[in-house]
């Protein structure tokens, strides 16, 4: 049974940082693409980054380009997404996510993925 568990979130003042991770079990980490999303109240959730099972490629939504980083640790079975420059707007639940297929290019539809984390708050205050 795939298991997605986040943490990080928490509260920073606008232009602080913070650093989620999400911990994979059930299922040989390493063979798949992951990807974070988030959902602000009131909104449909959206992409926000993704990286690759194999060679380290990622992709980023326009809005936090230059400002988030994606990662991933094969030998911890985690997946990093590190927050710098936060602005107000960053303000949401943010979801990990797991790709069903391996060896696949990492996405950026929220249907390409079927495992999913609980979620973890972030908010930044102006």
């Known amino acids: 049974q795939v298991q997605l568990v986040e943490s990080g979130g ?22 798949y693409a ?10 449909e959730r959206e992409f926000v980054a993704a990286i690759s099972w194999s060679d ?3 992709r980023y939504a326009d809005s936090v380009k ?20 936060l602005k107000p707007e960053d303000t949401a639940v943010y979801y990990c996510a797991m790709k069903f297929r391996p060896f696949v290019a990492p996405t950026t539809g929220r249907g390409d993925y079927d495992y999913w984390g609980q979620g973890t708050q972030v908010t930044v205050s102006s």
């Open 56 to 58: 380290g490629s990622t």
């Open 10 to 31: 928490g509260s920073v003042q606008a232009g602080g940082s913070l650093r989620l991770s999400c911990a994979a079990s059930g299922r040989t980490f390493s063979r």
């Open 34 to 43: 992951m990807g974070w999303f988030r959902q602000a109240p009131g909104k």
């Open 66 to 85: 230059g400002r988030f980083t994606i990662s991933r640790d094969n030998a911890k079975n985690t997946v990093y997404l590190q927050m710098n420059s």
